[in-house]
């Protein structure tokens, strides 16, 4: 199940963490549930299912020997990685696709904190892909702390947590571990498979990389850290195994259905505040010193190699819809709360001649004074998303369907809207487009919302759709 070993074209040196960093679990770890995050609300564990949903991803295996989590400071946030394969590529990975709209996300952490009004303070982010292992050494402008966007300015998918009442103990001082599932598919996050679609064989066009990190303040300093739970365990569990239909391990502590995710590596890229890269300087107060204590700075680490010690990859399940047309690209919010679109369509083929081929997006504002309208390439997609002031483009050399507008309809003020193109008919009406063209679409629409120049956005895209006579 681990297919072929990847090549990386970056080689990046790992320090070691002491044995501070590494936290036994002593509390029991408990399933929290899952919290939808465009609205708040919470579902008690096996309450939540969603239709279609495969594990495109598993790293939530222990370790054997025993039990950890990795401690961070408050002013440090750490990447991991991992692959999600095509169907193409080496292994075992029955009805694996180039991209999958990821439906759920759950990541494992404790804490020493009583929880704190709005829940415990989180942010996670996922690129399709960032350099590889521990990043490719090249650090980036991590999160919030920064004074700027941060990982909300150019990862694919950005989540705070903030006001989503993430649990943490009982009271201060009083060590606590949870599992939390976030459902994430009111975003519409679309993760590409291998990078962007494609299996290169190369672990930096090829591997997804997740940033994490918890701003709360440990109540008890470096003595009582906040972390995540290491996960993964490539003896014990096949890297790939219980994703698609690969057969799960049973864990050892828990008892449950785990596995080691594909692509997954010993160590991490560890970002500290306001310390450079090899920096032998500390962050300044009122933060902890952190992985700074070790005279490397923002660095790649592992705890000194898996198996003598444990291995340094964290617990992370990803849910994806496989069905449907691939999707690709990220839709930008709109500037009403938790209104992200959703661009679908119908089969994966429309006639330049004849049929009925719809297109839509939504939700979306309602009212009236809001046009939309449908962008389409033959030319294919960006392998890098553009940021531009609407959102992230993806489409190559596009044109305009500006002959076939749309209303959301719906109430103004109120994400109730839904847009409606006929894709076949703008297929017919435009003489450059021939039977045997691969079409990639996304959708334009305005959003009064926002200020100029940003008051329009891009949905995600959908594509390829096959033009036939």
Same mark, same amino acid.
């Given at each position: 199940m681990a297919g072929a070993a990847l090549l990386c074209s970056t080689a990046t040196a790992q320090h070691e963490l002491g044995s501070g960093r590494r936290i036994p679990i002593t509390a029991p770890i408990k399933n929290a549930g899952t919290v939808d995050v465009t609205t708040g609300r919470w579902t008690a564990p096996g309450t939540s299912t969603k239709a279609a949903a495969t594990n495109v991803f598993n790293n939530t295996c222990t370790w054997t020997v025993t039990n950890f989590y990795a401690a961070f400071g408050e002013c440090e946030d750490s990447y991991d990685e991992g692959r999600v394969p095509t169907s193409s590529s080496p292994g075992t990975h029955s009805g694996a696709v180039a991209s999958q709209k990821i439906l759920e996300m759950e990541v494992g952490y404790c804490t020493f904190n009583a929880t704190p009004a709005g829940g415990m303070n989180m942010e996670f982010a996922v690129w399709n892909k960032l350099n590889g292992q521990c990043i490719g050494g090249i650090p980036v402008n991590h999160s919030k702390a920064t004074g700027s966007a941060g990982w909300s300015g150019f990862a694919n998918f950005y989540l705070d947590t903030s006001g989503l009442a993430m649990p943490g103990s009982t009271t201060n001082g009083i060590q606590a571990c949870w599992l939390v599932t976030l459902d994430v598919s009111g975003l519409g996050w679309t993760l590409a498979s291998e990078g962007e679609g494609t299996f290169d064989n190369l672990d930096d066009?090829?591997?997804?990389?997740?940033?994490?990190?918890?701003?709360?303040?440990?109540?008890g300093g470096s003595a009582q850290p906040n972390g995540y739970i290491l996960s993964g365990d490539p003896t014990f569990s096949a890297p790939g195994s219980c994703t698609y239909t690969n057969a799960c391990q049973t864990d050892v502590f828990t008892g449950l259905p785990c596995g080691t995710g594909l692509g997954s590596w010993d160590g991490s890229w560890i970002n500290c505040d306001n310390v450079a890269l090899g920096a032998a300087t500390v962050p300044p107060a009122p933060c902890l010193p952190g992985v700074a204590i070790y005279? %490397?700075?923002?660095?790649?680490?592992?705890? *000194? /190699?898996? &198996? =003598?010690?444990?291995?340094?990859?964290? %617990?992370?399940?990803?849910?994806?819809?496989? *069905? /449907?047309? &691939? =999707?690709?690209?990220?839709?930008?919010?709109?500037?009403?709360?938790?209104?992200?679109?959703?661009?679908?369509?119908?089969?994966?083929?429309v006639s330049k001649t004849s049929g009925t081929y719809n297109i839509s997006a939504t939700p979306v504002p309602g009212g009236a004074g809001k046009p939309g309208i449908l962008i389409w390439t033959k030319n294919g997609i960006t392998g890098t998303p553009v940021n531009t002031s609407f959102g992230f483009l993806c489409l190559v050399q596009f044109q305009r369907a500006g002959n076939f507008p749309a209303s959301p309809g719906g109430t103004n003020g109120v994400c109730n809207g839904t847009y409606n193109w006929p894709f076949q008919s703008i297929v017919a009406s435009f003489g450059t487009i021939a039977p045997g063209n691969n079409l990639h679409v996304q959708g334009w629409y305005r959003d009064s919302g926002f200020p100029p120049p940003g008051n329009a956005n891009f949905t995600n895209g959908i594509g390829p759709i096959l033009v036939t006579p």
């Amino acid at each position: 199940m681990a297919g072929a070993a990847l090549l990386c074209s970056t080689a990046t040196a790992q320090h070691e963490l002491g044995s501070g960093r590494r936290i036994p679990i002593t509390a029991p770890i408990k399933n929290a549930g899952t919290v939808d995050v465009t609205t708040g609300r919470w579902t008690a564990p096996g309450t939540s299912t969603k239709a279609a949903a495969t594990n495109v991803f598993n790293n939530t295996c222990t370790w054997t020997v025993t039990n950890f989590y990795a401690a961070f400071g408050e002013c440090e946030d750490s990447y991991d990685e991992g692959r999600v394969p095509t169907s193409s590529s080496p292994g075992t990975h029955s009805g694996a696709v180039a991209s999958q709209k990821i439906l759920e996300m759950e990541v494992g952490y404790c804490t020493f904190n009583a929880t704190p009004a709005g829940g415990m303070n989180m942010e996670f982010a996922v690129w399709n892909k960032l350099n590889g292992q521990c990043i490719g050494g090249i650090p980036v402008n991590h999160s919030k702390a920064t004074g700027s966007a941060g990982w909300s300015g150019f990862a694919n998918f950005y989540l705070d947590t903030s006001g989503l009442a993430m649990p943490g103990s009982t009271t201060n001082g009083i060590q606590a571990c949870w599992l939390v599932t976030l459902d994430v598919s009111g975003l519409g996050w679309t993760l590409a498979s291998e990078g962007e679609g494609t299996f290169d064989n190369l672990d930096d066009d090829d591997d997804f990389i997740w940033g994490k990190r918890i701003n709360d303040q440990s109540p008890g300093g470096s003595a009582q850290p906040n972390g995540y739970i290491l996960s993964g365990d490539p003896t014990f569990s096949a890297p790939g195994s219980c994703t698609y239909t690969n057969a799960c391990q049973t864990d050892v502590f828990t008892g449950l259905p785990c596995g080691t995710g594909l692509g997954s590596w010993d160590g991490s890229w560890i970002n500290c505040d306001n310390v450079a890269l090899g920096a032998a300087t500390v962050p300044p107060a009122p933060c902890l010193p952190g992985v700074a204590i070790y005279g %490397y700075g923002t660095n790649c680490y592992w705890f *000194g /190699g898996y &198996p =003598t010690n444990v291995f340094d990859s964290y %617990y992370l399940r990803l849910q994806g819809e496989l *069905g /449907g047309l &691939p =999707t690709f690209c990220t839709s930008k919010p709109s500037s009403l709360p938790s209104c992200v679109p959703t661009l679908s369509g119908g089969a994966a083929t429309v006639s330049k001649t004849s049929g009925t081929y719809n297109i839509s997006a939504t939700p979306v504002p309602g009212g009236a004074g809001k046009p939309g309208i449908l962008i389409w390439t033959k030319n294919g997609i960006t392998g890098t998303p553009v940021n531009t002031s609407f959102g992230f483009l993806c489409l190559v050399q596009f044109q305009r369907a500006g002959n076939f507008p749309a209303s959301p309809g719906g109430t103004n003020g109120v994400c109730n809207g839904t847009y409606n193109w006929p894709f076949q008919s703008i297929v017919a009406s435009f003489g450059t487009i021939a039977p045997g063209n691969n079409l990639h679409v996304q959708g334009w629409y305005r959003d009064s919302g926002f200020p100029p120049p940003g008051n329009a956005n891009f949905t995600n895209g959908i594509g390829p759709i096959l033009v036939t006579p």
